[in-house]
């Protein structure tokens, strides 16, 4: 790895960046190419968003991730000059600085404000609390008072977070693994804010690792620190933790420069560090939270509200090792940091998007981690999603095998499974369908499956008849609902009515279906079901539903629907019930296969995992404000009832 030019950010340096800046970044995103087709937004007038970054315009990080963010618009269709304007303010510098930028912006009038800090939000929010502000690489936001909850976040404010607490254990041990003679650390902390209280007491959690920790205020100047730094080094055997803060942000050079003098190994939360010279650095892949952002902010575009999706955590951590800092500093990285073969690539073919899958991502990841696998450390993932365009899938599933990965996850319906068996007869494929995947072609029987293919089966349409009889116990009355399916999928939205319409006829039920592919549709479909007056509305499983999941929950709260789902993630953004598979445990399942077939394990010899859990969650604050009674013997079988 080359270490790269150093970056000295020093406070109060901020500069606004210029036309011409903004010119050249939307030539750079016009030059790349994105995975996903773009969709024409509606209406076409000329949309305008605010961006407010917390570095200086010629940062090369900084630059790299605004590209990022604009050409993942680009590919959902928000193209500069075309329907949408870009507005960029940015600066390294404290509060002031920051307020200045915000206010400018705000006078702009824009429709939306993208972030990327603690204090830019704090500063925008300062400013304005109607306009929708979406933020990427936030350290505990809710600790922060910038949003209510990680679920329901509230003030027109919603985004990404840089990483969970737990995360501090981490540096602990990589600062302990690449630098074993270590026996002191000492934490470069801010004790004014939230997030430099969480940190510590995550590291210092972290249980006897023969570490002796120190801590050093970056509350004071820069040369406060500096003379820290010197007494701590005067004794040996010591090393730095430097925790995400503003400080640590706005002087990553000086950082890295004072570590290198005093020869003190140093573990970082983000890349960028170590492009600037640190050592060691492990955290959130900050590129792919920009796109996650970019994402936000085109569905906001769209209609929807802030306040009404949750933040989420990141799914993807990247480990970067600088060895010619640690060549300087006598140490070696470790045989499986730097001298193994190339770590193995596992291709993630989704059919959705990834906004609403991080917690079936996370499952995944803790089933990889059963298996002895942690992103970033001895497995990568090239994630592509189809964005519900299905017809993209194939290409997709071409492209990862020409990339060679170890295998592909097939996730998010059958679609992405049969893309991926009709791309390769040899490449390990393990799936996740909601069908039989017998009857579907992809494996001989479940006990042994053959070829290239094995995954789990979710279980998902052979409970329609079920999921409706438990949606009549709370809404006993109904005579006519409605029921939605995908039509991007036609054969599973073919199976799903004819299930669905069985099971209507089995209980005296009349259904009306309703193709819903888009979010235009489905505020089309709510304006028929209040015309017409239907009783409840109940939506076949499918992935795109659980994407668009607050637009669903929000409607139906406004048209007073009772519904029903097949996953909890529904209920969860406010609707008011669903029984099915418990997705998160399948997906665990799925990362345990994925480690087997790393470790050597054919998929023919693997048999297919059917789902053994199945979750009834009920939401008693939506049941009251639809005035549904929840009777006694569903509250007795509700595996959570959300108060």
């Known amino acids: 790895m080359r270490r790269r030019e150093f970056l000295s950010l020093l406070g109060g340096a901020a500069a606004t960046w210029s036309l011409g800046a903004r010119a050249a970044l939307a030539s750079q995103a016009s030059g790349q190419r994105g995975d996903s087709k773009a969709q024409q937004p509606q209406p076409e007038r000329m949309r305008r968003i605010g961006v407010l970054m917390n570095v200086v315009e010629n940062d090369p990080q900084g630059q790299?991730?605004?590209?990022?963010?604009?050409?993942?618009?680009?590919?959902?269709?928000?193209?500069?000059?075309?329907?949408?304007?870009?507005?960029?303010?940015?600066?390294?510098?404290?509060?002031?600085?920051?307020?200045?930028?915000?206010?400018?912006l705000v006078a702009l009038s824009p429709d939306?404000?993208?972030?990327?800090?603690?204090?830019?939000?704090?500063?925008?929010?300062?400013?304005?609390?109607?306009?929708?502000?979406?933020?990427?690489?936030?350290?505990?936001?809710?600790?922060?008072?910038?949003?209510?909850?990680?679920?329901?976040?509230?003030?027109?404010?919603?985004?990404?977070?840089?990483?969970?607490?737990?995360?501090?254990?981490?540096?602990?041990?990589?600062?302990?693994?690449?630098?074993?003679?270590?026996?002191?650390?000492?934490?470069?902390?801010?004790?004014?804010?939230?997030?430099?209280?969480?940190?510590?007491?995550?590291?210092?959690?972290?249980?006897?690792?023969?570490?002796?920790?120190?801590?050093?205020?970056?509350?004071?100047?820069?040369?406060?620190?500096?003379?820290?730094?010197?007494?701590?080094?005067?004794?040996?055997?010591?090393g730095l933790v430097v925790t995400g803060s503003p400080f640590a942000a706005n002087n990553v050079g000086p950082i890295a420069a004072l570590a290198a003098r005093h020869k003190l190994p140093t573990v970082y939360p983000f890349r960028y560090f170590v492009s600037g010279g640190g050592l060691i650095s492990y955290g959130p892949d900050l590129a792919d939270q920009f796109r996650n952002a970019a994402g936000y902010v085109d569905r906001i575009l769209r209609g929807e509200k802030a306040e009404d999706l949750p933040v989420q955590a990141?799914?993807?951590?990247?480990?970067?090792?600088?060895?010619?800092?640690?060549?300087?500093?006598?140490?070696?990285?470790?045989?499986?940091?730097?001298?193994?073969?190339?770590?193995?690539?596992?291709?993630?073919?989704?059919?959705?998007?990834?906004?609403?899958?991080?917690?079936?991502?996370?499952?995944?990841?803790?089933?990889?981690?059963?298996?002895?696998?942690?992103?970033?450390?001895?497995?990568?993932?090239?994630?592509?999603?189809?964005?519900?365009?299905?017809?993209?899938?194939?290409?997709?599933?071409?492209?990862?095998?020409?990339?060679?990965?170890?295998?592909?996850?097939?996730?998010?319906?059958?679609?992405?499974?049969?893309?991926?068996?009709?791309?390769?007869?040899?490449?390990?494929?393990?799936?996740?369908?909601?069908?039989?995947?017998?009857?579907?072609?992809?494996v001989a029987s479940l006990s042994r499956p053959g070829g290239n293919l094995t995954g789990v089966n979710l279980i998902i349409g052979e409970l329609m008849s079920k999921r409706l009889a438990l949606l009549r116990e709370l809404v006993p009355a109904m005579s006519r609902i409605a029921v939605f399916v995908n039509p991007a999928n036609p054969a599973r939205a073919e199976s799903q009515v004819r299930e669905a319409q069985a099971a209507g006829r089995a209980m005296g039920v009349h259904v009306r279906i309703f193709n819903v592919g888009t979010g235009r549709d489905i505020s089309a479909a709510f304006a028929t079901i209040a015309e017409e007056r239907l009783d409840a509305l109940f939506v076949s499983p499918d992935p795109f539903f659980v994407v668009r999941r607050v637009q669903l929950a929000t409607l139906a709260a406004r048209h007073a629907i009772p519904s029903s789902f097949s996953v909890r993630?529904?209920?969860?953004?406010?609707?008011?019930?669903?029984?099915?598979?418990?997705?998160?445990?399948?997906?665990?399942?799925?990362?345990?296969?994925?480690?087997?077939?790393?470790?050597?394990?054919?998929?023919?010899?693997?048999?297919?995992?059917?789902?053994?859990?199945?979750?009834?969650?009920?939401n008693a604050e939506t049941a009251r404000m639809l005035g549904v009674t929840i009777p006694a013997s569903l509250l007795a079988l509700a595996d959570e009832v959300i108060e």
């Open 64 to 104: 790299a991730r605004r590209a990022v963010f604009v050409q993942r618009l680009k590919e959902l269709g928000w193209i500069e000059g075309r329907n949408v304007r870009f507005d960029f303010r940015g600066g390294a510098g404290e509060g002031e600085v920051y307020r200045q930028y915000a206010t400018e």
């Open 112 to 238: 939306i404000i993208f972030t990327n800090a603690s204090a830019t939000v704090t500063a925008l929010q300062q400013v304005t609390r109607t306009l929708p502000i979406v933020f990427a690489s936030v350290i505990d936001p809710v600790g922060a008072g910038l949003v209510e909850s990680l679920a329901r976040p509230g003030a027109s404010t919603t985004g990404f977070i840089a990483f969970e607490y737990a995360i501090g254990a981490k540096w602990l041990e990589l600062l302990k693994e690449i630098a074993p003679g270590v026996t002191r650390a000492a934490v470069l902390r801010d004790p004014a804010i939230a997030a430099g209280i969480g940190q510590f007491a995550a590291i210092q959690a972290a249980g006897p690792i023969g570490m002796e920790l120190s801590v050093i205020s970056t509350r004071g100047d820069a040369g406060a620190v500096e003379n820290a730094v010197a007494a701590f080094a005067r004794r040996s055997n010591g």
């Open 314 to 442: 990141p799914t993807k951590y990247e480990l970067v090792v600088n060895l010619k800092t640690a060549k300087t500093l006598g140490l070696e990285a470790p045989p499986t940091r730097a001298q193994q073969p190339a770590m193995p690539v596992i291709g993630s073919l989704g059919a959705v998007s990834r906004e609403g899958f991080s917690d079936r991502m996370r499952g995944f990841h803790q089933g990889l981690n059963e298996a002895g696998y942690v992103e970033g450390e001895n497995v990568a993932i090239d994630y592509r999603w189809a964005e519900n365009e299905l017809d993209r899938l194939p290409g997709l599933a071409a492209d990862l095998v020409r990339r060679r990965v170890a295998l592909v996850f097939a996730h998010g319906g059958t679609a992405p499974a049969i893309a991926a068996k009709q791309a390769s007869t040899a490449m390990p494929i393990v799936f996740m369908v909601p069908e039989d995947p017998v009857a579907l072609g992809l």
């Open 569 to 618: 993630e529904l209920p969860e953004a406010g609707a008011l019930m669903s029984y099915g598979t418990n997705t998160v445990d399948s997906y665990r399942q799925a990362g345990i296969y994925v480690g087997r077939i790393l470790k050597g394990a054919k998929p023919a010899d693997l048999p297919v995992v059917q789902s053994t859990k199945f979750e009834l969650v009920i």
